[in-house]
């Protein structure tokens, strides 16, 4: 079978092919940041994306969330081709099928915790249905805030205001989950205990979850690392479980 046939592996979430970037193009300026990127990730799978600052995880990231698009090469989301997928599309298929975590979590301060974990289900379908509150309850629960729902943002610690932000980024249930470099803000304990947040999440709700990380000992406990040097991934491995 021709390998550019969309795979119909039901447990495929994301799959790269041959994807390129090119910042500036037709100026002086003119870079390519990615050259070539393979990738695929099934549920349930957790990798974490390392490099060196300006290997382009980032972009990667973008791109693979939808917030950019390739300069060539094509992305697949649940088996459907996006590259040339209209903004409407585009706009759909993120709403359904991404949760973002940035490194900076961009919280609405006006908002409570509640509301701000409710946020992108208002923008799914406006006003939030008793299902919708219930939901961001237990995931406010599961992230360890239940007692901070009606907080501000302001009223929290830098760990919980990531928390907050993770569980925004779950309540649709996206069948995938992107982070970049969500604890890159945190002290080491803190970022840890997001860390095996993102573990039990990939567990109880199955997702698969693509993390960027500069910690290390934090890609290790993740049971996939991706290496990505100049655009490039120049690995990409299976950890063993520590003994
Ligand atoms: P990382 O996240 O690994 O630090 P980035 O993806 O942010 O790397 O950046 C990769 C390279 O692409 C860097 O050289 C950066 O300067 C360049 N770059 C990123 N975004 C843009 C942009 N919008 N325009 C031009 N160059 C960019
Ligand atoms: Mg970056």
């Given at each position: 079978?021709?390998e550019?046939i969309?795979?119909?592996d039901?447990t495929?979430v994301l799959?790269?092919?041959?994807?390129?970037?090119t910042f500036?193009?037709?100026t002086p300026?003119e870079t390519?940041?990615?050259?070539g990127?393979?990738l695929?990730l099934?549920?349930?799978e957790l990798?974490?994306?390392?490099g060196?600052?300006?290997?382009?995880?980032?972009?990667?990231l973008?791109?693979?969330?939808?917030?950019?698009t390739?300069?060539a090469?094509?992305l697949?989301?649940l088996g459907?081709?996006?590259?040339?997928s209209?903004?409407?599309?585009?706009?759909?298929?993120?709403?359904?099928a991404?949760?973002?975590v940035?490194q900076?979590h961009?919280?609405?301060?006006?908002?409570s915790?509640?509301?701000?974990?409710l946020?992108p289900?208002?923008?799914r379908?406006?006003?939030?249905?008793?299902?919708?509150?219930e939901r961001a309850r237990?995931?406010?629960?599961?992230?360890?805030?239940?007692?901070?729902?009606?907080k501000?943002?302001?009223q929290?610690?830098?760990?919980q205001?990531?928390r907050v932000?993770?569980?925004?980024?779950?309540?649709?249930r996206?069948p995938l989950?992107l982070?970049?470099?969500?604890?890159?803000?945190?002290?080491?304990?803190t970022?840890q205990?997001?860390?095996?947040?993102?573990h039990r999440i990939n567990?109880q709700?199955?997702c698969?979850?693509l993390?960027v990380t500069?910690?290390p000992?934090l890609?290790?406990?993740?049971?996939r690392?991706?290496?990505?040097?100049?655009?490039r991934?120049v690995?990409d491995?299976?950890n063993?479980p520590?003994a």
């Amino acid at each position: 079978m021709s390998e550019s046939i969309p795979s119909q592996d039901a447990t495929e979430v994301l799959r790269l092919e041959q994807v390129r970037k090119t910042f500036n193009t037709g100026t002086p300026l003119e870079t390519e940041v990615l050259h070539g990127i393979d990738l695929r990730l099934c549920r349930g799978e957790l990798a974490a994306l390392v490099g060196p600052s300006g290997s382009g995880k980032s972009t990667l990231l973008n791109i693979i969330g939808l917030l950019d698009t390739p300069s060539a090469g094509e992305l697949y989301l649940l088996g459907q081709p996006t590259r040339n997928s209209d903004d409407a599309t585009r706009t759909h298929l993120r709403n359904q099928a991404i949760g973002f975590v940035f490194q900076f979590h961009h919280l609405i301060s006006a908002f409570s915790v509640l509301e701000n974990v409710l946020m992108p289900l208002m923008i799914r379908h406006g006003k939030p249905s008793g299902d919708d509150v219930e939901r961001a309850r237990n995931l406010l629960e599961e992230v360890g805030l239940g007692p901070f729902a009606d907080k501000k943002p302001t009223q929290i610690s830098g760990g919980q205001q990531q928390r907050v932000a993770i569980a925004r980024a779950l309540v649709t249930r996206p069948p995938l989950l992107l982070a970049d470099e969500p604890t890159g803000n945190l002290d080491s304990r803190t970022a840890q205990s997001v860390f095996e947040l993102f573990h039990r999440i990939n567990a109880q709700f199955g997702c698969a979850v693509l993390v960027v990380t500069h910690d290390p000992r934090l890609a290790a406990d993740c049971a996939r690392t991706v290496q990505l040097v100049d655009g490039r991934i120049v690995s990409d491995e299976t950890n063993l479980p520590e003994a």
